[in-house]
């Protein structure tokens, strides 16, 4: 089992930045692909960005491809998201998520799951 927790979130003005933090927690954090999702009200839930158990591989979803930036710390067991130039259509719940495969592409592929938090962007 792993344990994610996930902070950072909050309040932010469009064109700003934040950055979003996973800690994890259980077992061996460098064995999982890791990645962030989002779900907005009445939207499925979306990938934003995987990345593989080293870091070396990286994967954004095309709206925020540029602006997004994905990264890890083995040796912490954490997941990084930075989140710059934000718009209004980011607001959303953002999960951490971890999957059994060193690295996963698909939602489908993730098997441990954060509580969320949110992320609201204003005009």
């Known amino acids: 089992q792993v344990q994610l927790v996930e902070s950072g979130g909050g309040l932010v003005q469009a064109g700003g930045s934040l950055r979003l933090s996973c800690a994890a927690s259980g077992r061996t954090f460098s064995n999982y692909g890791m990645g962030w999702f989002r779900q907005a009200p009445g939207k499925e839930r979306e990938v934003v960005a995987t990345?593989?158990?080293?870091?070396?591989?990286?994967n954004y979803g095309d709206s925020v491809k540029g602006r997004f930036t994905i990264s890890r710390e083995n040796a912490k067991a954490t997941v990084y998201l930075e989140m710059n130039s934000l718009k209004p259509e980011d607001t959303a719940v953002y999960y951490c998520?971890?999957?059994?495969?060193?690295?996963?592409?698909?939602?489908?592929?993730?098997?441990?799951w954060g509580q969320g938090t949110q992320v609201t962007v204003s005009s």
């Open positions: 998520a971890a999957t059994r495969l060193t690295y996963g592409s698909a939602l489908r592929q993730y098997d441990y």
């Open positions: 990345i593989n158990w080293s870091g070396r591989i990286t």
